[in-house]
């Protein structure tokens, strides 16, 4: 086993990444910053979550899907203290750091966070680099650069957007990493509207799903906001539909 680090005073990011990757789950967490982390099976799924929910959706435009509705989750809540294998960070093209989630996301993996930040050289818009979670409970951190609306995105911001779904789900892919954790990219301090990024957020992950379910345990989708929950509330069943289409009742 690497020898032990103690992580809040630590200067060499590395050593405390080997470290921490010869523990096993439970040595982990004792280095956690939080006690209060939540465990990612006792988050309910779609699946569970929407049960006996009935849609108001007519003709939702993706079939159900039981497997898929069991893979997403909607969490409200810190993502900070999230026990996944990575969460995202909508961090700006620095990647050193900065207000809203980005800052409260250093702030509780600690300075070595900072510190492999700073050897990644920055980011572009919709590209993703991974770090390691230091005393974060989730194993890494996935930083992405939204795009900056400010009012009605453009086609390029669109896809700008969803490109940092995907290059974060690509990463996760290539470290074979089966639970990721989201929050609502660019819908803060970037200013996209927060509908219009459920849309592109909802779209992507479902159409990404259909195409590697098997791969991954869990995308979650991690709202901090009220307004947030009502709008996924409302939106997944379009995108996720948890009961037969109209019409087709009868039949099944
Ligand atoms: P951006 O600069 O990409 O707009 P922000 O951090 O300003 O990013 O906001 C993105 C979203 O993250 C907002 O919905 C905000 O409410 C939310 N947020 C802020 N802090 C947290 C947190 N600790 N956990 C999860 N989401 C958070």
Redesign the pocket.
């Given at each position: 086993m690497a020898a032990k680090v103690d992580l809040s005073t630590s200067t060499d990011w590395k050593e405390a990444k080997a470290f921490l990757k010869s523990l096993s789950d439970k040595q982990r967490e004792e280095h956690y910053f939080c006690r209060d982390f939540v465990k990612l099976k006792k988050i309910p799924t779609w699946k569970d979550m929407a049960k006996g929910a009935t849609t108001k959706e007519e003709e939702p435009q993706y079939k159900k899907d039981k497997a898929l509705n069991e893979k997403i989750s909607l969490f409200r809540?810190?993502?900070?203290k999230l026990e996944v294998d990575a969460i995202v960070n909508?961090?700006?093209s620095s990647l050193l750091g900065?207000?809203?989630?980005?800052?409260?996301?250093h702030r509780?993996a600690g300075h070595l966070l900072t510190e492999e930040c700073r050897t990644l050289h920055s980011c572009e818009t919709g590209k993703a680099k991974i770090t390691g979670g230091y005393r974060l409970p989730a194993k890494y951190v996935i930083h992405t650069?939204?795009p900056?609306a400010q009012g009605d995105p453009s086609p390029s911001q669109v896809q700008e957007l969803r490109n940092c779904y995907v290059n974060s789900l690509q990463l996760a892919l290539e470290h074979r990493l089966r639970s990721v954790a989201f929050?609502?990219?660019?819908?803060?301090?970037?200013?996209?509207p927060?509908e219009a990024a459920a849309e592109v957020v909802l779209s992507t992950l479902r159409e990404w799903l259909e195409e590697h379910k098997d791969k991954v345990d869990r995308l979650l989708i991690?709202?901090?906001?009220e307004k947030?929950e009502e709008i996924y509330r409302k939106r997944l069943p379009h995108f996720f539909p948890v009961d037969p289409p109209a019409g087709l009742q009868s039949q099944l």
């Open positions: 809540g810190d993502i900070t909508a961090a700006n900065g207000g809203g989630v980005d800052g409260c996301i509780a650069v939204g900056i929050p609502c990219i660019s819908t803060g301090v970037f200013g996209y927060n991690c709202v901090f906001l947030d």
